[in-house]
Protein backbone atom coordinates (compact mmCIF):
# COMPACT_ATOMS: atom_id res chain seq x y z
CA UNK A 1 0.00 0.00 0.00
CA UNK A 2 0.74 3.93 -0.76
CA UNK A 3 1.46 5.90 2.06
CA UNK A 4 2.91 9.12 2.46
CA UNK A 5 5.59 10.34 4.37
CA UNK A 6 3.78 11.70 7.13
CA UNK A 7 1.34 8.75 7.63
CA UNK A 8 4.91 6.44 7.39
CA UNK A 9 5.93 8.21 10.76
CA UNK A 10 2.90 8.21 12.25
CA UNK A 11 3.02 4.60 11.88
CA UNK A 12 6.56 4.34 12.90
CA UNK A 13 5.90 6.57 15.97
CA UNK A 14 3.22 3.66 16.80
CA UNK A 15 5.80 0.75 16.38
CA UNK A 16 8.04 2.19 18.82
CA UNK A 17 5.61 2.56 21.18
CA UNK A 18 5.53 6.40 21.35
CA UNK A 19 2.72 7.89 23.40
CA UNK A 20 3.74 11.36 23.92
CA UNK A 21 5.23 13.55 21.11
CA UNK A 22 6.16 17.44 22.38
CA UNK A 23 5.72 19.73 19.96
CA UNK A 24 5.36 23.03 17.94
CA UNK A 25 4.08 23.14 14.63
CA UNK A 26 4.71 25.40 11.68
CA UNK A 27 4.55 25.67 7.62
CA UNK A 28 6.17 22.55 6.22
CA UNK A 29 5.18 20.25 8.90
CA UNK A 30 1.74 21.25 8.66
CA UNK A 31 0.99 17.73 6.95
CA UNK A 32 2.53 16.12 9.83
CA UNK A 33 0.43 17.77 12.81
CA UNK A 34 -2.43 16.96 10.40
CA UNK A 35 -1.65 13.39 10.43
CA UNK A 36 -2.06 13.58 14.07
CA UNK A 37 -4.73 15.43 14.32
CA UNK A 38 -7.48 12.20 14.71
CA UNK A 39 -4.33 10.07 16.76
CA UNK A 40 -5.97 8.77 19.68
CA UNK A 41 -2.68 6.64 20.50
CA UNK A 42 0.07 9.11 20.29
CA UNK A 43 -0.81 12.35 22.40
CA UNK A 44 0.33 15.51 21.20
CA UNK A 45 2.00 18.43 23.71
CA UNK A 46 1.76 21.50 22.24
CA UNK A 47 5.19 23.37 23.66
CA UNK A 48 4.80 27.15 23.80
CA UNK A 49 8.85 27.27 22.77
CA UNK A 50 11.00 24.45 20.84
CA UNK A 51 13.57 24.60 23.36
CA UNK A 52 10.60 23.54 26.16
CA UNK A 53 9.87 20.35 23.94
CA UNK A 54 12.90 19.19 23.66
CA UNK A 55 13.68 19.58 27.62
CA UNK A 56 10.51 17.82 28.14
CA UNK A 57 11.10 15.08 25.42
CA UNK A 58 14.46 14.95 27.90
CA UNK A 59 12.80 14.80 31.20
CA UNK A 60 10.51 12.44 29.81
CA UNK A 61 13.12 10.06 28.60
CA UNK A 62 15.22 10.86 32.13
CA UNK A 63 12.80 9.81 34.34
CA UNK A 64 11.88 6.69 32.29
CA UNK A 65 14.43 5.45 30.15
CA UNK A 66 12.09 5.53 27.55
CA UNK A 67 13.00 7.23 24.48
CA UNK A 68 11.51 11.15 24.30
CA UNK A 69 10.27 12.23 21.28
CA UNK A 70 9.97 16.21 19.85
CA UNK A 71 8.78 17.59 16.24
CA UNK A 72 8.88 20.84 15.16
CA UNK A 73 8.92 22.83 11.77
CA UNK A 74 12.30 24.03 10.15
CA UNK A 75 14.07 27.34 10.20
CA UNK A 76 13.75 28.91 13.52
CA UNK A 77 11.64 26.02 14.89
CA UNK A 78 15.00 24.05 14.00
CA UNK A 79 17.59 26.10 15.70
CA UNK A 80 15.02 26.51 18.69
CA UNK A 81 16.07 22.57 19.20
CA UNK A 82 19.56 23.21 19.52
CA UNK A 83 20.05 24.09 23.21
CA UNK A 84 17.94 21.15 24.40
CA UNK A 85 19.78 19.06 21.86
CA UNK A 86 22.89 19.70 22.99
CA UNK A 87 21.80 19.54 26.73
CA UNK A 88 20.49 16.04 26.17
CA UNK A 89 23.92 14.90 24.09
CA UNK A 90 25.97 15.69 26.86
CA UNK A 91 24.02 14.19 29.47
CA UNK A 92 23.30 10.78 27.31
CA UNK A 93 19.26 11.14 26.84
CA UNK A 94 17.56 9.17 24.34
CA UNK A 95 15.64 11.91 22.61
CA UNK A 96 14.44 11.74 18.56
CA UNK A 97 14.05 15.18 17.03
CA UNK A 98 12.15 15.57 13.93
CA UNK A 99 12.85 18.69 12.66
CA UNK A 100 10.94 19.65 9.19
CA UNK A 101 13.07 21.07 6.41
CA UNK A 102 11.95 22.99 2.80
CA UNK A 103 11.17 20.50 -0.39
CA UNK A 104 13.97 19.12 -1.22
CA UNK A 105 14.37 21.59 -4.63
CA UNK A 106 14.47 24.54 -2.58
CA UNK A 107 17.46 23.21 -0.10
CA UNK A 108 20.67 25.42 -0.49
CA UNK A 109 18.10 28.42 -1.96
CA UNK A 110 18.56 30.33 1.55
CA UNK A 111 14.39 29.07 0.75
CA UNK A 112 11.74 30.73 3.74
CA UNK A 113 13.12 29.07 6.90
CA UNK A 114 15.54 27.39 5.34
CA UNK A 115 18.34 26.51 8.29
CA UNK A 116 20.84 23.75 7.64
CA UNK A 117 20.14 22.32 11.28
CA UNK A 118 22.23 18.87 10.13
CA UNK A 119 25.05 20.68 9.80
CA UNK A 120 24.20 23.08 12.76
CA UNK A 121 23.60 19.71 14.82
CA UNK A 122 26.47 17.88 13.87
CA UNK A 123 28.72 18.21 16.26
CA UNK A 124 25.70 17.76 18.81
CA UNK A 125 23.86 14.66 18.04
CA UNK A 126 24.72 11.18 18.74
CA UNK A 127 23.61 11.47 14.98
CA UNK A 128 21.44 13.29 12.36
CA UNK A 129 19.92 12.53 8.72
CA UNK A 130 18.52 14.47 6.45
CA UNK A 131 15.87 12.74 4.39
CA UNK A 132 16.41 12.84 0.54
CA UNK A 133 14.93 9.98 -0.66
CA UNK A 134 11.44 8.61 0.51
CA UNK A 135 12.33 5.28 0.05
CA UNK A 136 14.77 5.61 2.77
CA UNK A 137 12.52 6.93 5.54
CA UNK A 138 11.66 3.79 7.29
CA UNK A 139 14.78 2.54 7.40
CA UNK A 140 15.63 5.87 8.46
CA UNK A 141 13.13 6.10 10.97
CA UNK A 142 13.84 2.88 12.54
CA UNK A 143 17.88 3.81 12.51
CA UNK A 144 16.93 6.79 14.44
CA UNK A 145 15.06 5.25 17.13
CA UNK A 146 17.57 2.01 17.77
CA UNK A 147 20.50 4.79 17.91
CA UNK A 148 19.06 7.16 20.11
CA UNK A 149 18.38 4.32 22.48
CA UNK A 150 20.89 1.77 22.53
CA UNK A 151 25.02 1.55 23.44
CA UNK A 152 25.75 5.75 25.06
CA UNK A 153 22.24 6.53 24.56
CA UNK A 154 21.94 10.28 23.01
CA UNK A 155 19.58 12.82 20.74
CA UNK A 156 19.24 11.47 17.01
CA UNK A 157 17.90 14.23 15.13
CA UNK A 158 15.94 13.58 11.48
CA UNK A 159 15.47 16.36 9.13
CA UNK A 160 12.22 15.75 6.66
CA UNK A 161 11.96 18.27 3.88
CA UNK A 162 8.26 19.37 3.07
CA UNK A 163 8.00 16.98 -0.45
CA UNK A 164 9.07 13.69 1.45
CA UNK A 165 6.37 14.16 4.04
CA UNK A 166 4.17 14.75 1.20
CA UNK A 167 5.21 11.54 -0.94
CA UNK A 168 3.80 8.61 -1.10
CA UNK A 169 5.50 5.68 -1.19
CA UNK A 170 5.99 2.03 0.43
CA UNK A 171 4.40 1.82 4.12
CA UNK A 172 7.10 -0.28 5.24
CA UNK A 173 8.85 0.17 8.52
CA UNK A 174 11.52 -2.96 9.47
CA UNK A 175 11.23 -4.38 12.81
CA UNK A 176 15.33 -4.30 12.85
CA UNK A 177 18.08 -2.44 11.14
CA UNK A 178 21.71 -3.50 11.42
CA UNK A 179 23.76 -0.38 10.99
CA UNK A 180 27.45 -0.46 9.68
CA UNK A 181 30.05 0.06 12.22
CA UNK A 182 27.61 0.72 14.86
CA UNK A 183 27.64 -2.27 17.32
CA UNK A 184 27.31 -1.57 20.66
CA UNK A 185 29.80 -3.78 23.42
CA UNK A 186 27.37 -5.33 26.39
CA UNK A 187 29.40 -7.47 27.83
CA UNK A 188 32.80 -6.64 29.32
CA UNK A 189 35.91 -8.42 28.28
CA UNK A 190 36.42 -11.24 30.99
CA UNK A 191 39.82 -10.99 31.40
CA UNK A 192 39.81 -7.39 32.37
CA UNK A 193 36.96 -8.01 34.92
CA UNK A 194 39.23 -10.60 36.80
CA UNK A 195 41.81 -8.13 36.87
CA UNK A 196 39.17 -5.35 38.05
CA UNK A 197 38.24 -8.20 40.63
CA UNK A 198 41.65 -9.04 41.53
CA UNK A 199 42.56 -4.78 42.04
CA UNK A 200 39.15 -4.30 44.44
CA UNK A 201 40.35 -7.29 46.71
CA UNK A 202 43.60 -6.16 47.86
CA UNK A 203 42.78 -2.58 47.27
CA UNK A 204 43.49 -0.90 50.75
CA UNK A 205 41.77 2.38 50.61
CA UNK A 206 39.05 1.61 47.62
CA UNK A 207 35.97 3.35 46.38
CA UNK A 208 33.21 3.35 43.62
CA UNK A 209 32.66 6.05 41.71
CA UNK A 210 29.81 6.03 39.82
CA UNK A 211 27.91 8.46 37.18
CA UNK A 212 24.66 8.92 35.47
CA UNK A 213 25.59 5.87 33.23
CA UNK A 214 24.79 3.95 35.93
CA UNK A 215 21.03 4.72 35.70
CA UNK A 216 21.10 4.76 32.13
CA UNK A 217 21.60 1.58 32.18
CA UNK A 218 19.00 0.29 34.43
CA UNK A 219 22.44 -0.88 36.73
CA UNK A 220 21.32 0.76 40.31
CA UNK A 221 20.03 -2.51 41.68
CA UNK A 222 22.99 -4.68 40.87
CA UNK A 223 25.05 -1.97 41.82
CA UNK A 224 23.59 -1.66 45.12
CA UNK A 225 23.81 -5.35 45.40
CA UNK A 226 28.14 -5.01 44.68
CA UNK A 227 28.24 -1.85 47.56
CA UNK A 228 26.67 -4.36 50.15
CA UNK A 229 28.96 -7.53 48.80
CA UNK A 230 32.07 -5.51 49.22
CA UNK A 231 30.96 -2.94 51.77
CA UNK A 232 33.91 -0.47 49.80
CA UNK A 233 32.33 3.35 50.04
CA UNK A 234 30.71 5.07 46.91
CA UNK A 235 31.36 8.95 45.66
CA UNK A 236 29.48 9.98 42.66
CA UNK A 237 29.11 12.76 40.43
CA UNK A 238 26.53 14.99 40.01
CA UNK A 239 25.06 12.74 37.38
CA UNK A 240 25.68 9.22 39.68
CA UNK A 241 23.13 10.92 42.29
CA UNK A 242 20.39 8.27 43.52
CA UNK A 243 22.75 5.14 42.52
CA UNK A 244 23.10 4.80 46.07
CA UNK A 245 20.33 5.99 48.65
CA UNK A 246 22.04 9.16 50.01
CA UNK A 247 21.29 8.30 53.54
CA UNK A 248 23.14 4.98 53.33
CA UNK A 249 26.50 4.78 55.39
CA UNK A 250 28.81 4.35 52.60
CA UNK A 251 27.39 6.94 50.66
CA UNK A 252 29.83 9.68 51.21
CA UNK A 253 28.13 12.05 48.18
CA UNK A 254 29.56 14.15 45.57
CA UNK A 255 33.32 14.58 44.66
CA UNK A 256 34.05 17.93 43.20
CA UNK A 257 33.52 21.72 43.06
CA UNK A 258 30.59 21.89 45.19
CA UNK A 259 31.51 18.36 46.63
CA UNK A 260 31.24 17.28 50.47
CA UNK A 261 34.25 16.75 52.09
CA UNK A 262 34.30 13.30 53.12
CA UNK A 263 33.89 12.67 48.89
CA UNK A 264 36.80 15.24 48.19
CA UNK A 265 39.00 13.89 50.70
CA UNK A 266 38.44 10.03 50.19
CA UNK A 267 39.00 10.31 46.56
CA UNK A 268 42.25 12.84 47.10
CA UNK A 269 43.61 9.41 49.16
CA UNK A 270 41.91 6.57 47.61
CA UNK A 271 44.43 3.97 46.80
CA UNK A 272 41.70 2.36 44.05
CA UNK A 273 39.14 4.22 42.50
CA UNK A 274 36.49 1.80 40.32
CA UNK A 275 35.02 4.18 38.04
CA UNK A 276 31.32 3.02 36.67
CA UNK A 277 29.50 4.89 33.74
CA UNK A 278 31.12 8.43 35.05
CA UNK A 279 33.25 10.61 32.77
CA UNK A 280 35.89 12.01 35.21
CA UNK A 281 34.61 16.00 33.99
CA UNK A 282 36.31 18.98 35.03
CA UNK A 283 33.75 19.59 37.74
CA UNK A 284 34.43 16.38 39.45
CA UNK A 285 38.22 15.82 39.17
CA UNK A 286 39.25 19.52 39.95
CA UNK A 287 42.92 19.65 38.96
CA UNK A 288 43.62 16.45 36.93
CA UNK A 289 47.39 16.49 38.19
CA UNK A 290 45.53 16.21 41.86
CA UNK A 291 43.21 14.06 41.23
CA UNK A 292 43.16 10.95 43.23
CA UNK A 293 47.16 10.66 42.69
CA UNK A 294 47.45 7.53 44.70
CA UNK A 295 44.80 5.58 43.15
CA UNK A 296 45.36 2.86 40.34
CA UNK A 297 42.08 3.33 38.29
CA UNK A 298 39.43 0.88 36.97
CA UNK A 299 36.75 2.39 34.43
CA UNK A 300 33.51 0.70 33.27
CA UNK A 301 32.09 2.65 30.36
CA UNK A 302 29.49 2.00 27.82
CA UNK A 303 31.46 4.56 25.69
CA UNK A 304 35.02 3.50 24.59
CA UNK A 305 35.83 7.68 23.68
CA UNK A 306 35.52 8.06 27.71
CA UNK A 307 38.15 5.75 28.88
CA UNK A 308 41.49 7.10 29.36
CA UNK A 309 39.89 10.36 27.76
CA UNK A 310 41.12 12.83 30.58
CA UNK A 311 42.34 10.27 33.54
CA UNK A 312 44.29 7.73 32.27
CA UNK A 313 42.88 4.38 33.45
CA UNK A 314 44.77 1.07 34.29
CA UNK A 315 41.88 -1.66 33.49
CA UNK A 316 39.58 -0.20 31.26
CA UNK A 317 36.30 -2.32 30.71
CA UNK A 318 34.20 -1.11 27.60
CA UNK A 319 30.03 -2.25 28.37
CA UNK A 320 27.02 -1.79 29.75
CA UNK A 321 27.52 -1.12 33.33
CA UNK A 322 24.21 -3.75 33.99
CA UNK A 323 25.88 -6.07 32.14
CA UNK A 324 29.50 -5.99 33.43
CA UNK A 325 28.36 -5.63 36.67
CA UNK A 326 26.14 -8.66 36.34
CA UNK A 327 29.17 -11.06 34.86
CA UNK A 328 30.89 -9.33 38.17
CA UNK A 329 29.29 -9.95 40.73
CA UNK A 330 29.71 -13.21 41.59
CA UNK A 331 33.57 -12.46 41.82
CA UNK A 332 33.40 -9.75 43.91
CA UNK A 333 34.98 -10.31 47.58
CA UNK A 334 34.87 -7.37 50.07
CA UNK A 335 38.61 -5.94 50.67
CA UNK A 336 39.82 -5.53 54.20
CA UNK A 337 39.32 -1.78 54.77
CA UNK A 338 38.94 -1.31 58.36
CA UNK A 339 41.56 1.70 58.38
CA UNK A 340 39.85 3.19 55.75
CA UNK A 341 36.29 2.97 57.33
CA UNK A 342 37.72 4.67 60.27
CA UNK A 343 39.64 7.20 58.31
CA UNK A 344 36.27 7.92 56.40
CA UNK A 345 34.15 8.41 59.86
CA UNK A 346 36.66 10.60 60.73
CA UNK A 347 36.39 13.04 57.66
CA UNK A 348 32.60 13.04 57.79
CA UNK A 349 32.79 14.45 61.07
CA UNK A 350 35.39 16.88 60.37
CA UNK A 351 33.09 19.17 58.23
CA UNK A 352 29.40 17.66 58.19
CA UNK A 353 26.90 18.89 55.48
CA UNK A 354 24.45 19.85 57.83
CA UNK A 355 22.61 22.57 58.88
CA UNK A 356 22.78 24.26 61.94
CA UNK A 357 19.62 25.84 62.83
CA UNK A 358 19.10 28.85 63.94
CA UNK A 359 21.76 31.17 62.01
CA UNK A 360 19.58 32.94 60.29
CA UNK A 361 22.22 35.26 58.33
CA UNK A 362 20.28 38.37 59.80
CA UNK A 363 18.80 39.94 56.70
CA UNK A 364 15.11 38.00 57.66
CA UNK A 365 15.56 35.87 54.69
CA UNK A 366 15.34 32.04 54.65
CA UNK A 367 17.85 29.52 54.54
CA UNK A 368 17.45 27.73 51.12
CA UNK A 369 19.09 24.73 52.45
CA UNK A 370 16.53 24.75 54.86
CA UNK A 371 14.24 25.28 52.00
CA UNK A 372 15.40 22.15 50.39
CA UNK A 373 15.10 20.16 52.94
CA UNK A 374 11.56 20.66 53.54
CA UNK A 375 10.98 19.70 50.39
CA UNK A 376 13.15 16.85 51.31
CA UNK A 377 10.64 15.82 54.19
CA UNK A 378 7.23 16.47 52.43
CA UNK A 379 7.99 14.94 49.20
CA UNK A 380 10.55 12.03 49.62
CA UNK A 381 10.01 10.20 46.81
CA UNK A 382 9.35 13.01 43.99
CA UNK A 383 11.16 13.12 41.12
CA UNK A 384 13.53 16.79 41.35
CA UNK A 385 14.58 18.77 38.68
CA UNK A 386 16.50 22.06 38.80
CA UNK A 387 17.74 24.86 37.47
CA UNK A 388 21.37 25.68 36.80
CA UNK A 389 23.40 27.41 39.43
CA UNK A 390 23.33 27.53 43.67
CA UNK A 391 19.84 26.24 43.50
CA UNK A 392 21.13 22.76 41.57
CA UNK A 393 24.30 22.88 43.78
CA UNK A 394 22.20 23.12 47.36
CA UNK A 395 19.61 20.70 45.74
CA UNK A 396 22.59 17.91 45.19
CA UNK A 397 23.48 18.49 48.67
CA UNK A 398 20.64 18.82 50.95
CA UNK A 399 18.08 16.60 49.32
CA UNK A 400 18.89 12.90 50.20
CA UNK A 401 17.54 11.26 46.77
CA UNK A 402 16.80 7.37 47.48
CA UNK A 403 15.89 6.13 43.81
CA UNK A 404 17.17 5.93 40.66
CA UNK A 405 16.41 8.54 37.67
CA UNK A 406 15.11 10.69 40.81
CA UNK A 407 16.85 13.80 39.85
CA UNK A 408 16.67 15.68 36.75
CA UNK A 409 19.26 18.23 35.97
CA UNK A 410 21.49 19.21 33.18
CA UNK A 411 25.16 18.07 34.53
CA UNK A 412 27.12 18.70 31.52
CA UNK A 413 25.74 21.88 29.36
CA UNK A 414 24.89 23.38 32.36
CA UNK A 415 21.66 24.99 31.09
CA UNK A 416 19.54 27.19 32.59
CA UNK A 417 15.81 26.98 31.76
CA UNK A 418 15.98 23.16 31.64
CA UNK A 419 14.53 22.44 34.62
CA UNK A 420 10.91 23.72 34.50
CA UNK A 421 9.85 21.93 30.82
CA UNK A 422 11.90 19.05 31.91
CA UNK A 423 9.70 18.46 35.13
CA UNK A 424 6.48 19.08 32.51
CA UNK A 425 7.73 15.88 30.42
CA UNK A 426 8.77 14.08 33.64
CA UNK A 427 5.06 14.78 34.71
CA UNK A 428 3.36 13.77 32.04
CA UNK A 429 5.26 10.51 31.40
CA UNK A 430 5.14 9.47 35.75
CA UNK A 431 1.87 10.50 36.51
CA UNK A 432 1.58 9.50 40.05
CA UNK A 433 4.74 10.91 40.84
CA UNK A 434 5.13 14.69 42.35
CA UNK A 435 7.59 16.82 39.99
CA UNK A 436 9.00 19.51 41.58
CA UNK A 437 11.50 21.96 40.26
CA UNK A 438 13.87 23.32 42.67
CA UNK A 439 14.67 26.45 40.26
CA UNK A 440 16.68 29.97 40.45
CA UNK A 441 14.83 33.26 40.21
CA UNK A 442 16.93 33.78 37.06
CA UNK A 443 16.35 30.70 35.44
CA UNK A 444 12.88 29.86 35.74
CA UNK A 445 12.70 32.87 33.30
CA UNK A 446 14.67 31.55 30.64
CA UNK A 447 11.20 28.84 29.47
CA UNK A 448 8.86 30.23 32.06
CA UNK A 449 6.30 30.31 29.00
CA UNK A 450 5.96 26.57 29.50
CA UNK A 451 3.52 27.47 32.65
CA UNK A 452 1.30 27.70 29.96
CA UNK A 453 2.06 24.20 28.89
CA UNK A 454 1.77 22.71 32.42
CA UNK A 455 -1.85 24.76 33.04
CA UNK A 456 -3.16 23.21 29.87
CA UNK A 457 -2.45 19.84 30.78
CA UNK A 458 -3.13 20.19 34.21
CA UNK A 459 0.10 18.87 35.75
CA UNK A 460 0.62 19.77 39.61
CA UNK A 461 4.29 20.11 38.68
CA UNK A 462 5.22 22.43 41.80
CA UNK A 463 8.04 24.83 40.90
CA UNK A 464 10.38 26.09 44.44
CA UNK A 465 12.01 29.18 43.42
CA UNK A 466 14.67 30.11 45.45
CA UNK A 467 14.50 33.49 44.55
CA UNK A 468 17.84 35.51 45.91
CA UNK A 469 17.16 38.12 43.45
CA UNK A 470 20.64 37.45 41.69
CA UNK A 471 22.16 34.92 39.31
CA UNK A 472 23.54 33.72 42.72
CA UNK A 473 26.05 31.38 41.02
CA UNK A 474 28.06 33.89 39.17
CA UNK A 475 27.38 36.40 42.29
CA UNK A 476 29.23 33.88 44.44
CA UNK A 477 32.30 33.89 41.92
CA UNK A 478 31.99 37.40 41.74
CA UNK A 479 32.08 38.32 45.70
CA UNK A 480 34.95 35.48 46.00
CA UNK A 481 37.19 36.15 43.22
CA UNK A 482 36.11 39.49 41.72
CA UNK A 483 35.81 41.68 44.91
CA UNK A 484 32.06 41.62 45.00
CA UNK A 485 31.48 43.97 41.55
CA UNK A 486 28.25 42.01 41.03
CA UNK A 487 28.47 43.21 37.33
CA UNK A 488 24.78 42.22 35.57
CA UNK A 489 24.51 39.38 38.18
CA UNK A 490 21.51 41.73 40.34
CA UNK A 491 17.86 40.73 38.97
CA UNK A 492 16.12 43.69 41.03
CA UNK A 493 18.14 46.24 39.11
CA UNK A 494 16.13 49.73 38.94
CA UNK A 495 16.86 53.32 38.20
CA UNK A 496 17.18 53.86 41.83
CA UNK A 497 20.14 51.60 42.54
CA UNK A 498 23.84 53.04 43.36
CA UNK A 499 26.68 52.45 40.32
CA UNK A 500 28.27 49.48 40.76
CA UNK A 501 26.90 47.95 43.52
CA UNK A 502 28.71 45.68 45.66
CA UNK A 503 25.43 44.20 47.34
CA UNK A 504 22.34 44.33 48.80
CA UNK A 505 20.78 47.07 50.82
CA UNK A 506 18.05 49.17 51.93
CA UNK A 507 18.48 50.86 48.45
CA UNK A 508 16.94 47.75 46.89
CA UNK A 509 14.07 48.09 44.46
CA UNK A 510 11.48 45.60 45.04
CA UNK A 511 11.33 42.16 43.86
CA UNK A 512 10.40 41.36 40.11
CA UNK A 513 8.89 39.63 38.36
CA UNK A 514 5.89 38.85 41.23
CA UNK A 515 5.88 35.04 40.52
CA UNK A 516 3.20 34.86 42.55
CA UNK A 517 0.87 37.40 39.90
CA UNK A 518 2.73 35.77 36.94
CA UNK A 519 1.66 32.24 38.29
CA UNK A 520 -1.94 33.52 38.93
CA UNK A 521 -1.65 35.11 35.41
CA UNK A 522 -1.40 32.05 33.45
CA UNK A 523 -3.87 29.86 35.89
CA UNK A 524 -1.70 28.36 38.60
CA UNK A 525 -1.31 28.51 41.78
CA UNK A 526 0.98 31.07 43.04
CA UNK A 527 2.37 31.37 47.25
CA UNK A 528 5.15 33.29 48.77
CA UNK A 529 6.87 32.41 51.54
CA UNK A 530 9.62 34.60 53.95
CA UNK A 531 9.28 33.11 56.82
CA UNK A 532 11.08 29.71 57.91
CA UNK A 533 7.15 28.71 60.01
CA UNK A 534 5.82 29.09 56.73
CA UNK A 535 7.99 26.08 54.50
CA UNK A 536 6.33 23.08 55.37
CA UNK A 537 2.56 24.56 55.70
CA UNK A 538 3.48 25.99 51.92
CA UNK A 539 4.59 22.67 50.60
CA UNK A 540 2.10 21.12 52.24
CA UNK A 541 -0.93 23.11 50.27
CA UNK A 542 1.28 22.74 47.08
CA UNK A 543 0.95 19.04 48.12
CA UNK A 544 -2.96 18.84 47.74
CA UNK A 545 -3.43 21.17 44.92
CA UNK A 546 -3.49 18.02 41.91
CA UNK A 547 -4.74 19.87 38.91
CA UNK A 548 -2.46 22.91 38.19
CA UNK A 549 1.08 23.87 38.37
CA UNK A 550 2.07 25.42 41.61
CA UNK A 551 4.61 28.19 41.92
CA UNK A 552 6.65 28.89 45.42
CA UNK A 553 8.52 31.75 45.17
CA UNK A 554 11.01 31.36 48.72
CA UNK A 555 12.24 34.65 49.57
CA UNK A 556 15.51 33.30 50.48
CA UNK A 557 18.63 34.82 52.26
CA UNK A 558 20.42 36.86 49.06
CA UNK A 559 24.12 36.59 49.71
CA UNK A 560 24.08 32.75 50.84
CA UNK A 561 27.07 30.95 49.04
CA UNK A 562 27.39 27.15 48.19
CA UNK A 563 30.48 25.30 50.12
CA UNK A 564 32.47 23.73 49.90
CA UNK A 565 33.92 25.03 46.80
CA UNK A 566 36.75 23.80 45.45
CA UNK A 567 37.97 27.15 43.11
CA UNK A 568 38.70 26.55 39.73
CA UNK A 569 42.21 25.65 38.92
CA UNK A 570 42.27 24.12 42.85
CA UNK A 571 42.93 20.26 43.90
CA UNK A 572 39.88 18.48 45.02
CA UNK A 573 41.19 18.34 48.92
CA UNK A 574 42.07 22.34 48.33
CA UNK A 575 38.20 22.91 49.58
CA UNK A 576 37.25 26.49 50.75
CA UNK A 577 34.66 26.79 53.64
CA UNK A 578 31.82 28.98 54.62
CA UNK A 579 32.06 32.23 56.94
CA UNK A 580 31.00 32.04 59.96
CA UNK A 581 26.88 31.20 60.16
CA UNK A 582 26.97 29.54 57.38
CA UNK A 583 27.27 25.65 56.99
C1 LIG B 1 21.66 29.37 29.38
C2 LIG B 1 22.69 29.73 30.39
N1 LIG B 1 23.18 31.00 30.42
C3 LIG B 1 24.11 31.34 31.35
C4 LIG B 1 24.57 30.43 32.25
C5 LIG B 1 25.62 30.82 33.28
N2 LIG B 1 25.09 30.70 34.66
C6 LIG B 1 25.32 29.62 35.43
S1 LIG B 1 24.57 29.71 36.90
C7 LIG B 1 23.91 31.21 36.54
C8 LIG B 1 23.04 31.91 37.54
C9 LIG B 1 21.70 31.30 37.63
O1 LIG B 1 20.86 32.16 38.36
P1 LIG B 1 19.56 31.62 39.07
O2 LIG B 1 18.77 30.82 38.13
O3 LIG B 1 18.88 32.72 39.76
O4 LIG B 1 20.17 30.57 40.11
P2 LIG B 1 20.96 30.82 41.50
O5 LIG B 1 22.40 30.57 41.19
O6 LIG B 1 20.68 32.19 41.96
O7 LIG B 1 20.38 29.76 42.39
C10 LIG B 1 24.32 31.64 35.28
C11 LIG B 1 23.97 32.94 34.68
C12 LIG B 1 24.05 29.12 32.16
N3 LIG B 1 24.45 28.15 32.98
N4 LIG B 1 23.10 28.81 31.26
MG1 LIG C 1 18.96 33.41 41.71
Known amino acids: ?315 PIVGDAFQVLEQMLPLLEAPKIRDWLDQIAGWRKEHPLEVKIGQNTGSGHLRPDRVIQAICRVFPDAIIATEVGQNQMWTSQFFTFRHPRSLLTSGGLGTMGYGFPAAIGAQIANPDKRVIDIAGDGSIQMNIQELATAVQNRLPVIVAILNNGYLGMVRQWQELFFDRRYSSTCLMTGAECPPQCRGPGDHCPVYHPDFVKLAEAYGAVGLRVMNDADIEPALKQAEAIKDRPIFIDFLVEREFNVFPMVAPGAGNSEMMFSEEGES
Open 1 to 315: MKISGAELFIKALKAEGVKHLFGFPGGVVIPVFDALYAETEIKVILTRHEQGAVHAADGYARSTGKTGVCLVTSGPGATNTVTGIATANFDSVPIVCFTGQVSRSMIGNDAFQEADIVGITRPITKHNYLVLDRKDLGRILKEAFTIANSGRPGPVLVDLPKDVILEKGDDEYPAKVAIRGYNPVLKGHPNQIKRAVGELKKAKRPLFYVGGGIHIAGAVEIFRKAVKKTGVPVVHSLMGIGALPGDNPLALGMIGMHGTYVANMAVTYSDLLFGIGNRFDDRATGDLSKFAPEAKIVHIDQDPVSISRNVPVEV
